[in-house]
Structure formats: structure tokens, C-alpha cells
Nanobody, 114 residues
Framework: QVQLVESGGGLVQPGGSLRLSCVGS????????MAWYRQAPGNRRELVGS???????VYVDSVKGRFTISRDKDKNTLYLLMNSLKPEDTAVYYC????????WGQGTQVTVSS
């Protein structure tokens, strides 16, 4: 089955930026709507935003205007550019299909703290 590998997380101060990457295989980045999710300690995994096959992104209100999802179909890569980071953005971030989920990857830890 397709494997998803997230990377790019780290420790950043409030107001800082990070760009996450998700590399997969096959045609999922060409044919499928993809999404970023996050899970903070003690919380359920939640949707951050998605991008459809045509490249149209949609975001949850809490990240709208700060996060940008993009995809590079040639590189089978999904990106999440995160600006103006807040402590409440601290979580493990995952990518997956928006529908018909694949096995979850390991995720990448994002910690926003001064």
C-alpha cells in the first residue's frame, strides 16, 4: 500500500514559520483530494485543511490566513506552509487522503514555544 512520510517539523517560537512535507507514492497526489491533520496531546486527530485534485485548498477557521497547502504532483509531495505559528498549533502533523484513508504515517512533531 502507499506509504506516507511526513517531515519538516521542529521547535519554533511563536510567530515563526515552518514548512512541512509529505511524500507518497503512486497517483494519490494527482487523483485524490489530500489533507493535513494534526493531533495535540490528549486530543483527537483533527483536520487542518485539504486540497482537491484541481489544487483548490480549504482550511479550518483556526488556521485560515496563516497556513497554505500546496502539492507538487511531479514530486508526489504535499506541503503545508505554516506562518504566524501559535502555541496552540503544537501537535503531531499528518497527511492523508481526505477520503478513503490510507495507513497513517509517523507524522512530524511541531512545537511552538518560546
Amino acid at each position: 500500500q502507499v506509504q506516507l512520510v511526513e517531515s519538516g517539523g521542529g521547535l519554533v517560537q511563536p510567530g515563526g514559520s515552518l514548512r512541512l512535507s509529505c511524500v507518497g507514492s503512486g497517483d494519490i497526489f494527482t487523483l485524490d483530494a489530500m489533507a493535513w491533520y494534526r493531533q495535540a496531546p490528549g486530543n483527537r486527530r483533527e483536520l487542518v485543511g485539504s486540497i482537491d485534485a484541481l489544487g483548490t485548498p480549504v482550511y479550518v477557521d483556526s488556521v485560515k490566513g496563516r497556513f497554505t497547502i500546496s502539492r507538487d504532483k511531479d514530486k508526489n509531495t504535499l506541503y503545508l506552509l505554516m506562518n504566524s505559528l501559535k502555541p496552540e498549533d503544537t501537535a503531531v502533523y499528518y497527511c492523508n487522503r481526505l477520503f478513503n484513508k490510507l495507513n497513517w504515517g509517523q507524522g512530524t512533531q511541531v512545537t511552538v514555544s518560546s
